[in-house]
C-alpha cells in the first residue's frame, strides 16, 4: 500500500469558510505550521478570488520548501488559469487544481450546461493549463477536481470517460471530492474504488470530503484503504458549513491502523490551538483528540480504568497516549456526583497532599453531596474539603487545652459530649501521655501506627507546617486521621482527636 499524501486545504477550503479571510501574515503562519506537520502538498490558495489571496499565493509559493506541492485553485476559466500560473509558478513543485462539476443535477441547475459542453470545457481547459504551466516550470503539475462527485453515482460512466481524457491531456491527479456529504461513506468509497480500478496506476487518485453528516474523516480513511492515496484535509476541520475533513483525525487514524503516516503527529496539539485562535472558530469541547474534554474522564469508573492505565501506551479510556500529538495535559479527571473515591485520591494526590484511599472513601460522599449541588466542582473546591474534613475532624470530642506540666508529665482539657475531663497524663512525649490519658478517660484506644512529616510548604503558603497521623483501633473500628500545626506537639494531640471522633461517631 502507498504511503498517504496529506494534501492540506486549511488556506484554500479553510479560508474562504472564514467570517474574516486570513491575510498573508496570518496564512504564513498556519503554513509554518503545516510545514512542522510535515504535509506533503499544501493549497495555498484562489489566486482570482482576489489581489490579496493572489500576493498570498505567490508569497507562500516563494516560501516553500522544494519537495513540497504547492497548489492554486482555478475554475475552468482561462483566465482563473493563468492568475493561479503566475501566483505559483515559482515554487519548485507548482501544481493548478482546476475544477468543475460533473453532477447531472450541478451541470443542469447550476451551470445550466448539458453533460457534453461541461465535458468539453473540461478537456479544453486541462490542455491549456498543462501546457501554460510547462511554459514556465517544468515540473508543474495539473489536478483536476470532479466537483460534486459524490453525486455522480448514476453517470459514474461519463465521470469515468471525462476523467480518462482529462488524464491524456496532462492531469496526474484526480480529486473526487463529496462536496456536500448527502450518503453514508459506502456510498462514496465504492465509487473511488472504481474509479482507481478504471485509471491507469501512475495516476494519483484524491478524495476531499466535506462533513455535513459528520462522517468525513470515515469517508476519507476507508477511500485511503480504497486506493485514495491524496487525502484532502483541514486543521481544525475548517471549511465550507460543517467544514472538511479533520487533518488531525485521519492522520492518527490511519496510524493507529498500522499505516506509515508522513506527519509530524507530535505537532498535532499546539497546532489546533494556534489555528483555533487565528481562525476564531473555537474547538469544540467534545472535540476528538484535541478537545478539552477529549482526555477528561468524569463517572468513577472511567476514572478507575483511566489511572490504572495511565503510564501505559493504550488507556483504558482513550484511543491514543496524549504525548503521541504533543498534548501535555494528561487525562483529566474532573468530579461531578458521577464521580468516587479514586477522583478525590487523585485529584490531591496530584496537587501534592497526602492522604489515603480509606481517607479518600471517607470524604466521597462529602464531595459527591457538593458535587450534585454544583455540577464538576473545581479541584480547589475539593482540596477545601478534604482540608476541613480530615484535619480538623467534628464530633463529640474537644480537646480544650493541654499543658506541659514536667518531664513527661501533661494535662489535658477535654470534653466528650457534655462531660468535661481534666487528666494529667504521664508518657514518654506528649502523643503517648495523650493516648494514657484517654485510656484513663476509659475510652480504650490503641495507637497502631504513627507518622510524622512536614507539609510542604510551597503548596500550603505559609510557614512550616508539621504533619502529624495516626492510625487508631478502638470501638470496633480502625481509623487514620492527621492533623497539622506549627508545633509538632500539638499537630500529635489534635490527631489523635480527630482519630477519637471518627472512632466514636
Ligand atoms: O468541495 C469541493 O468540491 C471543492 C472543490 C473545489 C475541490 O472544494
Ligand atoms: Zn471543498
Known amino acids: 500500500m502507498k504511503q498517504p499524501f496529506f494534501y492540506d486545504i486549511t488556506l484554500r477550503d479553510g479560508n474562504q469558510a472564514l467570517k474574516k479571510p486570513w491575510e498573508l501574515k496570518d496564512k504564513k503562519v498556519i503554513f509554518e505550521k503545516l510545514l512542522e506537520l510535515n504535509v506533503q502538498g499544501i493549497e495555498v490558495g484562489f489566486p482570482a478570488s482576489s489581489d490579496m489571496d493572489f500576493e498570498a499565493c505567490k508569497a507562500l509559493s516563494l516560501m516553500a520548501p522544494d519537495n513540497l506541492v504547492v497548489s492554486g485553485l482555478a475554475r475552468c476559466v482561462s483566465n482563473d488559469i493563468t492568475t493561479a500560473i503566475e501566483a505559483i509558478k515559482e515554487a519548485k513543485i507548482p501544481r493548478v487544481h482546476i475544477f468543475m462539476t460533473l453532477s447531472p443535477f450541478h451541470m443542469k441547475y447550476v451551470l445550466n450546461k448539458t453533460p457534453e459542453e461541461a465535458k468539453k470545457i473540461v478537456i479544453e481547459k486541462t490542455k491549456f493549463a498543462y501546457e501554460e504551466l510547462k511554459k514556465v516550470n517544468k515540473n508543474g503539475q495539473i489536478q483536476f477536481s470532479v466537483e460534486h462527485f459524490g453525486d455522480c453515482e448514476d453517470n459514474l460512466d461519463f465521470v469515468i470517460d471525462t476523467l480518462k481524457e482529462v488524464v491524456q491531456m496532462g492531469a496526474t491527479v484526480l480529486n473526487l471530492p463529496n462536496t456536500v456529504e448527502r450518503h453514508r461513506p459506502m456510498h462514496l468509497i465504492k465509487m473511488v474504488e472504481r474509479v482507481r480500478n478504471e485509471i491507469d496506476d501512475s495516476v494519483t487518485i484524491s478524495v476531499h470530503n466535506h462533513n455535513d453528516l459528520g462522517m468525513a474523516t470515515a469517508t476519507t480513511v476507508e477511500s485511503y484503504f480504497a486506493g485514495a492515496v491524496q487525502l484532502e484535509c483541514a486543521l481544525n476541520g475548517l471549511g465550507e458549513r460543517t467544514g472538511n475533513t479533520n487533518f488531525y483525525e485521519v492522520a492518527v487514524a490511519l496510524h493507529n491502523s498500522g499505516v506509515d503516516v508522513p506527519v509530524d503527529l507530535s505537532k498535532i496539539y499546539e497546532t489546533a490551538l494556534i489555528v483555533a485562535q487565528m481562525s476564531k472558530v473555537p474547538i469544540w469541547e467534545k472535540a476528538p483528540l484535541v478537545g478539552p474534554d477529549a482526555l477528561a474522564h468524569r463517572s468513577g469508573i472511567h476514572q478507575d480504568g483511566a489511572l490504572k492505565t495511565k503510564d501505559m501506551e ?19 479527571i474532573g ?16 496537587a501534592g497532599y497526602p492522604i489515603t484511599l480509606q481517607e479518600a472513601i471517607r470524604i466521597a460522599p462529602i464531595v459527591k453531596e457538593a458535587a450534585e449541588k454544583v455540577g464538576e466542582l473545581p479541584s480547589g473546591r475539593i482540596i477545601d474539603i478534604y482540608f476541613n474534613e480530615t484535619f ?22 477535654f470534653t466528650h459530649k457534655s462531660k468535661e475531663f481534666n487528666i494529667k497524663g504521664i508518657g514518654n512525649g506528649p502523643l503517648d501521655a495523650c493516648m ?37 483501633k478502638g470501638n470496633g473500628k480502625e481509623v487514620i486521621a492527621r492533623a497539622r500545626h506549627s508545633s509538632t506537639a500539638v499537630a500529635n494531640i489534635k490527631a489523635i482527636f480527630n482519630a477519637l471522633n471518627l472512632l466514636y461517631k
Open 392 to 413: 480538623n475532624i467534628k464530633g463529640d470530642f474537644k480537646l480544650k487545652e493541654f499543658k506541659h506540666i514536667k518531664n513527661g508529665e501533661f494535662e489535658f482539657d
Open 335 to 350: 468530579f461531578t456526583s458521577q464521580s468516587g473515591k479514586t477522583a478525590i485520591f487523585e485529584i490531591i494526590t496530584k
Open 436 to 472: 494514657n490519658a484517654v485510656k484513663e478517660a476509659g475510652f480504650d484506644v490503641q495507637l497502631i501506627h504513627y507518622e510524622q512529616s512536614a507539609l510542604d510548604e510551597e503548596i500550603l503558603g505559609s510557614g512550616s507546617t508539621a504533619m502529624s497521623v495516626v492510625q487508631l
Open 314 to 332: 493504550k488507556g483504558a479510556y482513550r484511543p491514543i497516549h496524549p504525548s503521541l500529538i504533543g498534548r501535555k495535559d494528561d487525562e483529566r
